[in-house]
């Protein structure tokens, strides 16, 4: 051996290797018992290096390369490979929920300046993404520059400080400036807009509003909240109806032509904002006559909206009954359960026969039924509008607004965002100085109201809302006298007639109080309940009695639970899991719109019983599967029982029978078979079904019957028990892994 070789000498460490070759240290030379192999890089061999002896002659590894990488490969169903354990764990520090393929590309380059190359470029694209959905969104909605541009600020604070996946904490955060600026909008349209779901909008909303209030960058004043809904907002979104947005998603083609037509769909602009905005115009009269019998109150503003926009289609085509479908769409537009929407539509239809049994130029008023009111409420419009002064000033603002059409632009989607960029242009000029400061909190709001002022200015809409705001028919007292001169819709009299009733219980309630005694009044087991709730909201001094006056029984019963639990617990803070819950409560969300937030409880019922059915049906598939499964373990069994019958069976001649593929045959040997004195009926119960493969059974001589002939037919018998016969090779048959089902394919 020369010595002129490149060796490298290996030796035991006390420490654990990491050298792939470790395992030489621990390898005696045959030769002297030396521990010292070295690698001869020229001959490829492993040379011992206190005698020369070659240990190993062939250090080259011809075999194929791993494709493992490090950890396992998994592979879906498409044969696509997945990523490992080690994988994922390598690229957890740059994952941001989405795109995995830049991590997964970079995963062998695991350097400082690679991750942090890559983290930056999905930053830049997730803000781009957000600022490109809050703009969109924001001019939809007919939101100025000033309020978008504080959004993406808002965007920019939370995306810093929060893991943000998807769209919907930046349209939470267009929901907070939004508020902060005055502007009346809804998670709900949001999350129409945006094709999120309310719910986890909502919950979005609530983790970005308690960062930024933790941050002092917003204030928890009344400028994140709504007062009451106003019926009047509400009711111009019918303006909407027909936009492209709900063309594109179908929301319409379900409707029947009429309405379609009446509605304006698959129309010009113009032609579309004409019929919208006379059938605005007849709904808002049924508003006025709904706030006249107090329907509107202490119930929610949004059913009873889309029951005056179903009446006004009625009377538009002068149909008798409801279209299950308007009913659906005007449920989905006010995001309204169909019953309750049913349920405004009845009371608002007897207010309006009430008043139609009193018209004084029709004749026989008392014969006009439900049926027939369809054609009479016109009249009752007319009557209605006439009836007093201020009256005729509402219906006269109401049809001048309507002519004019100052909203044309509003009833296609499609120049609204025109109209956005007009809008902010405006802002732009008013406020010199907005680009350069528009980080700032309060940036851009004064711009913001002035601009809300001018556009206020030529609103004919904002007059009848002041003239209705104004109007005696909407103040109590005077519906109060009006009560002794008409006959007035039974919710009417049923609201005073219990507000009359709590204000005795309140005023015994104080009286028991001041005295401690028993009421005087006579109470039932429903007031004697209502009682001792207004005494306890009186003693705990948390309610008013004009909320008291305007409570239902439940609220009551909300109110002292509630009462009593702060009572008990003054100190109560709120945790950092409540905070961050995915539930809204009536501290994240005023009432009213938390109220039109949540569920419904028909909707909830509903919900539990399409469910509870989904839920019996996968039950019954597992059951089949159980059953499937005992079935398949019991054929086995009985297969394996059927085996070891046959293979305990002594023939009469012989050892144990052999199983020869031969010719095809539907004869069998009967005693193999049966011990039944009836042979022919056996063999008539064992005829094979057609296609069907049947084995024959010979019977093998005794060795002592064999003679020298019979030595090639031992060959045979072999063969063919070790499955090589050429007749199982060629058509399938046999073989060591064929069954015939009856477990008659091996033998002993």
């Not at 350097?111 to 983290?119: D, I, K, R």
Request: aromatic letters at 6%.
């Amino acid at each position: 051996m020369s010595t002129s070789i490149n060796t490298t000498v290996t030796t035991q460490s006390a420490t654990p290797s990491l050298d792939p070759y470790a395992w030489r240290s621990k390898r005696q030379c045959t030769g002297c018992g030396g521990h010292r192999l070295a690698d001869d890089h020229e001959t490829a061999t492993l040379v011992c290096v206190d005698c020369g002896l070659v240990a190993n002659e062939n250090m080259l590894d011809d075999n194929p390369k791993s494709h493992h990488g490090y950890g396992l490969t998994r592979v879906s169903a498409t044969g696509r490979e997945l990523i490992s354990k080690d994988k994922r764990a390598h690229d957890k520090r740059i994952r941001t929920g989405q795109g995995k393929s830049e991590a997964i590309a970079l995963r062998n380059t695991p350097s400082g300046t690679t991750n942090v190359t890559v983290y930056s470029r999905r930053y830049m694209q997730r803000l781009d993404e957000a600022r490109m959905a809050i703009t969109s969104v924001g001019r939809a909605n007919g939101l100025s520059d000033v309020v978008v541009r504080r959004a993406i600020f808002f965007f920019v604070l939370v995306k810093r400080k929060m893991r943000v996946v998807g769209d919907g904490k930046a349209l939470a955060c267009l929901y907070i400036a939004a508020r902060e600026a005055g502007k009346k909008l809804r998670l709900i349209e949001l999350a129409t807009q945006s094709g999120l779901s309310p719910y986890t909008l909502g919950a979005d909303y609530k983790r970005v509003r308690t960062f930024l209030v933790r941050r002092k960058t917003i204030d928890t004043g009344t400028g994140l909240y709504v007062a009451e809904e106003d019926p009047w907002t509400e009711l111009e979104r019918i303006l909407s109806i027909g936009s492209s947005e709900s063309i594109e998603r179908d929301d319409y083609a379900h409707l029947p032509q009429d309405v379609k037509d009446a509605l304006g769909i698959n129309m010009e602009s113009v032609e579309r904002s004409r019929h919208l905005r006379g059938l605005l115009s007849m709904s808002q009269k049924f508003m006025i006559i709904a706030a006249d019998a107090s329907l509107d109150n202490s119930r929610k503003i949004q059913p009873l909206v889309a029951a005056c926009l179903i009446v006004a289609l009625e009377v538009r085509l002068q149909l008798t009954e409801t279209p299950k479908e308007m009913l659906h769409l005007v449920g989905f537009m006010y995001n309204s359960n169909p019953i309750t929407i049913m349920s405004r539509y009845r009371e608002l239809r007897k207010c309006i026969l009430q008043w139609a049994h009193q018209l004084p130029f029709v004749g026989k008023t008392a014969h006009i039924t439900e049926k027939k009111l369809v054609y009479f409420t016109e009249d009752v419009v007319k009557y209605f509008g006439h009836l007093q002064d201020k009256n005729r000033q509402l219906w006269a603002l109401i049809d001048k607004a309507t002519e004019e059409g100052e909203y044309e632009g509003e009833g296609d989607a499609d120049h609204v965002e025109e109209s956005g960029e007009d809008n902010g242009d405006c802002v732009e000029d008013a406020g010199d100085g907005v680009d350069e400061e528009w980080d700032d909190q309060r940036t851009g709001d004064d711009d913001f109201n002035q601009e809300q002022d001018e556009r206020s200015e030529g609103d004919d809409w904002s007059l009848v809302r002041d003239g209705i705001d104004d109007a005696p028919l909407t103040r109590k007292d005077i519906l109060a006298g009006m009560a002794a001169r008409r006959h007035d819709p039974p919710a009417f009299i049923a609201r005073v007639k219990r507000r009359s009733r709590l204000g005795e219980l309140i005023q015994s309630a104080k009286q028991s109080i001041a005295d401690s005694t028993t009421p005087s009044l006579r109470l039932g087991r429903k007031d004697s309940r209502r009682f001792e709730w207004i005494k306890q909201l009186l003693v705990l001094g948390t309610r008013t009695e004009d909320e008291i006056l305007d409570a239902s029984d439940n609220c009551l019963a909300d109110w002292v639970v509630i009462s009593q639990t702060r009572q008990a617990k003054p100190q109560i803070v709120r945790s950092q899991e409540e905070l961050d819950s995915t539930e809204l409560t009536e501290k994240d969300l005023d009432d009213e719109e938390l109220s039109s937030y949540l569920r419904p409880e028909p909707d909830q019922e509903s919900f539990y019983r399409v469910m509870t059915q989904a839920y019996h049906e996968a039950e019954q598939v597992s059951n089949l599967v159980e059953v499937r499964r005992k079935a398949t373990e019991a054929s086995k069994k009985a297969r394996e029982r059927r085996k070891r019958a046959h293979e305990g069976q002594a023939p009469d001649k012989g050892g144990p029978s052999e199983a020869v593929v031969g010719e095809r045959s539907w004869k069998l040997r009967l005693e193999a078979l049966s011990d039944s004195d009836n042979e022919l009926e056996v063999a008539r119960k064992a005829l094979p079904r057609p296609g069907q493969r049947v084995i024959h059974h010979i019977q093998r001589p005794l060795m002592e019957d064999r003679d020298v002939e019979g030595e090639e037919e031992d060959e045979l018998y072999d063969d063919a028990a070790d499955g090589d016969n050429a007749f199982d090779r060629d058509v399938g048959y046999g073989g060591d892994d064929y069954d015939d089902g009856y477990g008659y394919d091996e033998y002993d």
